[in-house]
């Protein structure tokens, strides 16, 4: 996830929780795409719960929370890593399935030099690689209305 390059010019960026796609498109029209894993591990509830050797004590509680807050803070390492590739996009407009397009937006939404450059976000499903530089393409032609 460290190191990644910045993008410049218009991108487009399709994520998931598990990973990020981004398009940049150049002013002479040439595609960059970039890859970002999260390594998050996938939260799982596990059924039932594990005693603690006190009658009527707690079921597991105290490490369900740590694993959440441990999730949390591996998504928040990952949105981080993507802002980190967005900072010299002129534009950037984001798209994917679920829940991970929005807390990047929040993420972004809270940092002023980026906000103004989001062009919006939209829900779609799993895409191609192909898929995703085709819709980026369509987004930023020249002369395209809306």
Not at 54 to 74: A, F, I, M, N
Not at 75 to 98: C, N
Request: glycine letters at 10%; a positive charge.
């Amino acid at each position: 996830m460290k190191g990644s390059k910045a993008m410049k010019g218009n991108v487009g960026l399709w994520i998931d929780h598990r990973e990020a796609i981004v398009v940049g498109i150049d002013k002479s029209g040439r595609e960059s795409i970039h890859h970002i894993k999260s390594n998050v591990e996938r939260r799982t509830r596990l059924a039932g719960g594990s005693r603690t050797n006190t009658l009527y004590g707690p079921q597991g509680v105290v490490s369900e929370q740590k694993r959440d807050q441990r999730h949390l803070r591996h998504l928040d390492v990952y949105y981080e890593s993507v802002v980190d590739v967005l900072k010299d996009a002129t534009s950037f407009r984001i798209f994917g399935p679920g829940e991970a397009k929005r807390e990047l937006k929040k993420k972004i939404e809270s940092n002023k030099s980026l906000a103004g450059r989001l062009s919006g976000i939209e829900s779609v499903d799993k895409m191609t690689e192909r898929q995703i530089v085709a819709k980026v393409k369509e987004y930023y032609r020249p002369g395209r209305s809306g």
